[in-house]
């Protein structure tokens, strides 16, 4: 059967001499996978462009929450198609589940942003914003941990030297994120703090979610780098070794 079918025999742990069934079933779970790290690849700067100008700028305001909601259900599609492939993989199984669950929170509270841009001073809605700004960092962080389980499960150990590495990176990256969101959330609860500082309050305030969503930015590209990187893997290592 060649390098075609060893390279399926690596990926699904089988012998090298799959039956042409088992063959159809592989390239269907790999065709979804790929479809879904694309979606996921879009999907990321999209909900974070998406949901930062629905909390803070009007530029979306005609077309109200859908533009959030429909990111946030871009990602939430990825990761369901990817959950096609190696279902009998235990860790594999669990990590993606997490990431799910969280990409699910994020799609439930997305709207909270629009409501609490057009009825600011709402304690619900400010709770609501925050409580979504740490499910999005930590669904940032559990992708991580996807890519890089999916990186120890393909044949290429370039790619699983990558994932290794640059995802434990990337997590770090997060962590810190997460402190620095959480620093910026209770000095906004400061009942003092507006009084101190008058009008300059609301200039403090905008300039912190900017400067958080720049920051951001860092891990995000890391992100969208190993994703890119894993499904150009598998085009060309799988998908490429039938021509």
Known sequence: MGAQSLT?????????????????DVLRSLGKLARGLSAL?????????????????????PFGIVPALAANALLLFGLWQMGSFQKQERPWRNILD????????????????YWQNRMPGVPFFDTSVLVLILSALLFLFNLNGVIKQLGAMLPDETLRQETRLFALLDRWLIVVLVFLAVAYAVMLQDPRLPAMLGERFDLLETFGFWALVFFALLPLAMTMALIWKTKETILDGVFGARH
């Open 8 to 24: 399926f025999a690596v990926i699904l742990n089988e012998t090298p001499n799959p039956k042409p069934g088992n063959q159809a």
């Open 41 to 61: 690849f879009w999907g990321l700067p999209a909900a974070l462009i998406a949901c930062a100008d629905t909390a803070r700028t009007e530029v979306l305001r």
């Open 98 to 113: 997490r990431a799910k669950l969280l990409a699910l929170v994020n799609l439930g509270l997305c709207p909270f942003l």
